[in-house]
């Protein structure tokens, strides 16, 4: 019979320090059994509090010794392992495994001021990808300072209500609100600044928010105080009606100066700090030696003045299921003729008010979606759009000396993607391009590009992305 008790007492022990709600149910049912008496089980449970004292008691030690800064600390990151696919009739198929990781600190220091910094894999040289290509016999891949800024939002100690106003400083993502990567690839880091006004931002009502952007983000710094940098504004409206459909709309002009100093110096092969990993198929100002190879680029041949205009419209219920349809326009006023671009597109599932990204939260959640682009030569600053939908000499060749990458523009496409969450922070996605250039034989005096014919390139990207 000791036996028995010494038995019941133990797992009774260990099953309080597991779960005290079950372990009282089992206490009293081995108390009615009479396997133990009361005060077995009373002194069981005065055990189980005192360890659970002493572990309190143990960490609150701990955490007394850290220092008080950490307390301001919030690390994020995600890694991204992808299988990307190219097809196109008449070439050998490209298949290549890449991987992304990037991992950053969020530091509050007050309520007021903070400041975020974001290391990520990628080349140096390309500012629209951070993607790495399993290959070159195992060697390293490069990690390099993704972004670094501070973000003040002044309240008490400027006598102003917090949450009125943001000022971002530094190096960060394209912070603008974006309906597509129309205009910016989702990896680019601008590097300035960024001011916005919160005017209005309330929970009921047609008018929910209304914010106002202003944008002074620096493209290079010259000698010569010509330096290349974006000037631009822009006003978003959120509106909600009822629970049928929520709209938010922005519109937006995005001027960029002295971009022709960028095409000299980076883009030719002339230029001081020409790169390999830059191209576009803007419009350029070229020379040619007598076999027409280009010898040296004299800039841009039109100004970038992008006005710009998003939508999104979306229903939190059909027929039981989110959907919604996006729209994003550019207009560059400084292009004479094929200066449009558009992309436009429907969603369907949990992504809520982005179908064109599908970013999904919770375990089991899915998102499909749709995206239509035509995108004409000069409607965007091909160097910094969307750059997974370029067309290429051969698919997937070059467009100047020892490039290996185009501009996202003079391109007409279809996306086709689904998402699926599979555990907790760990997305699905596989996402088909079908691609055709808009021109197939651009004008050569303006420009690196030339293709001959124009079959369609299918690019397929199957993604598993761990979001920490």
């Known amino acids: 019979m000791l036996r028995r008790q ?10 309080l320090g597991e779960a005290t709600v079950y372990a009282k149910d089992l206490g009293d049912i081995l108390l009615k059994k009479g396997l133990i008496t009361q005060e077995e089980l009373q002194q069981a449970r005065e055990e189980d509090k005192q360890k659970a004292a002493a572990d309190e008691s143990r960490r609150d030690a701990i955490v007394a010794k850290l220092p008080k800064w950490l307390d301001m600390i919030t690390p994020f990151g995600d890694l991204r392992n992808r299988y990307e696919g190219f097809f196109q009739e008449g070439r050998t198929a490209e298949n290549r495994f890449r991987l992304r990781a990037r991992i950053g600190l969020t530091a509050n220091v007050t309520d007021e001021i903070g400041a975020t910094v974001r290391l990520a894999t990628g080349d140096s ?17 490069s990690i390099n300072l993704d972004q670094a800024y501070m973000t003040l939002k002044p309240g008490k100690t400027f006598n102003i209500e917090p949450g009125w106003v943001t000022v971002t400083a530094g190096k960060f993502s394209a912070n603008a609100y974006r309906t597509s990567e129309l205009i910016w690839d989702d990896d680019l880091t601008p590097e300035g600044a960024t001011e916005t006004l919160n005017l209005v931002e309330q929970r009921e009502g047609v008018l929910r928010g209304l914010k106002v952007n202003a944008f002074q ?17 822009q006003i978003v409206a959120e ?35 020409f790169n390999k990993q830059l191209a576009t198929t803007n419009s350029l100002l070229v020379v040619r030696d007598s076999t027409g190879k280009i010898t040296k680029i004299d800039g841009f041949r039109y100004g970038v003045n992008i006005i710009n205009a998003g939508a999104d419209l979306d229903f939190p219920n059909v027929v039981g299921v989110p959907a919604g349809v996006f729209g994003d326009l550019a207009y560059n006023t400084e292009a004479e003729g094929k200066n449009v671009g558009v992309y436009v597109g429907a969603g369907i599932g949990k992504a809520g008010k982005d179908y064109y990204h599908d970013t999904l939260k919770n375990q089991g959640d899915w998102g499909a979606s749709y995206t239509f682009a035509w995108v004409e030569r000069d409607a965007a600053l091909a160097l910094f759009n969307y750059d997974d939908i370029s067309y290429s000499q051969g698919g ?66 199957v993604d598993a992305m761990l979001k920490f």
């Open 6 to 15: 010494t038995v019941a007492v133990t797992v009774l022990a260990i099953t």
């Open 125 to 141: 040289n390309n500012p629209v990808t951070r993607n790495q290509t399993f290959q070159n016999a195992f060697t390293q891949k």
């Open 217 to 233: 983000w620096v493209v290079n710094e010259v000698a010569a105080n010509n330096d290349p940098w974006m000037g631009g504004g």
């Open 239 to 273: 509106t909600a009606f009822d629970n049928t459909a929520n709209l938010t709309v922005d519109f937006a002009d995005f001027h960029y100066s002295s971009l022709s100093e960028v095409a000299k110096d980076f883009l030719s092969p002339s230029g001081k700090n």
């Open 396 to 461: 997937f060749g070059t467009t100047q000396t020892g490039s290996s990458v185009t501009g996202g523009t003079n391109v007409i496409g279809h996306i086709v993607r689904l998402d699926y969450e599979l555990f907790p922070n760990v997305q699905l996605t596989w996402k088909t391009h079908f691609i055709n250039a808009l021109d197939a034989s651009l004008d050569q005096r303006f420009s690196v590009v030339k293709w001959d014919g124009n079959p369609t390139l299918v690019r397929t990207q």
